[in-house]
């Protein structure tokens, strides 16, 4: 059986009409490829520790997704949490805030995995997760629930209202170089070895 992308499968569950977003982009999800040797220049300044083995991608995929959402119009967050008090109750590896509205455009998960289907229902499932803890009738947050970016030294809010999900909330997966072989909607230009190597040299500007 083929595997449906996580933007077929929310269709189609939720059997909505689809918005067409042509003031905001024009051609969605086309590639804008950064190389290693970009990143790393684009990227050295970052406070992250990189510790993370998933954080490099999450990182790189901003870098991507901000040629079709410029930095001058959207916001994009990476690893926001949600949560119900003191509980965790997941995390969105991407959040695209339009700076002006608020709105959400789309959010979703970054999965760098050697076994790249393992990745995807990983990333299936957490879109499920979101669903069931988050989302109720018109798509809009639980008022419980916060948005926080853990970052070196402490957490960061980060500022999500109740209307932010559009009822065309599109929910993306993004892996390394082939992952759209298996079913992801994007895919970065580097491979997995290349995404592993950034984070070295990442980790090693410290020292």
């Given at each position: 059986?083929?595997?449906?992308?996580?933007?077929?499968?929310?269709?189609?569950?939720?059997?909505?009409?689809?918005?067409?977003?042509?003031?905001?982009?024009?051609?969605?999800?086309?590639?804008?490829?950064?190389?290693?040797?970009?990143?790393f220049e684009k990227?050295?300044?970052?406070?992250?520790?990189?510790?993370?083995?998933?954080?490099?991608?999450?990182?790189?995929?901003?870098?991507?997704?901000?040629?079709?959402?410029?930095?001058?119009?959207?916001?994009?967050?990476?690893?926001?949490?949600?949560?119900?008090g003191d509980q965790?109750?997941?995390?969105?590896?991407?959040?695209?805030?339009?700076?002006?509205?608020?709105?959400?455009?789309?959010?979703?998960?970054?999965?760098?995995?050697?076994?790249?289907?393992?990745?995807?229902?990983?990333?299936?499932?957490?879109?499920?997760?979101?669903?069931?803890?988050?989302?109720?009738?018109?798509?809009?947050?639980?008022?419980?629930?916060?948005?926080?970016?853990?970052?070196?030294?402490?957490?960061?809010?980060?500022?999500?209202?109740?209307?932010?999900?559009?009822?065309?909330?599109?929910?993306?997966?993004?892996?390394?170089?082939?992952?759209?072989?298996?079913?992801?909607?994007?895919?970065?230009?580097?491979?997995?070895?290349?995404?592993?190597?950034?984070?070295?040299?990442?980790?090693?500007?410290?020292h």
């Open positions: 059986m083929k595997t449906l992308s996580i933007r077929s499968r929310w269709n189609s569950m939720l059997a909505l009409t689809l918005v067409t977003f042509a003031s905001v982009i024009s051609t969605p999800w086309t590639s804008h490829a950064i190389g290693l040797d970009a990143a990227l050295k300044h970052e406070k992250d520790d990189f510790v993370n083995t998933g954080a490099v991608c999450e990182y790189v995929a901003r870098l991507e997704l901000q040629e079709d959402y410029p930095v001058n119009r959207f916001e994009i967050d990476i690893g926001v949490s949600y949560i119900a965790v109750l997941g995390e969105l590896d991407v959040v695209i805030r339009d700076r002006k509205t608020g709105t959400i455009p789309a959010i979703g998960e970054v999965k760098c995995w050697k076994n790249l289907k393992s990745g995807l229902e990983k990333a299936q499932e957490q879109e499920a997760r979101f669903r069931e803890a988050l989302l109720s009738g018109g798509l809009n947050p639980a008022p419980a629930v916060s948005f926080t970016r853990f970052v070196e030294g402490g957490e960061l809010p980060v500022s999500i209202q109740a209307g932010s999900f559009p009822a065309s909330l599109d929910h993306i997966s993004i892996g390394q170089n082939g992952a759209k072989k298996v079913g992801y909607d994007r895919e970065l230009e580097m491979t997995l070895e290349q995404l592993m190597e950034l984070r070295k040299r990442l980790m090693g500007r410290r």
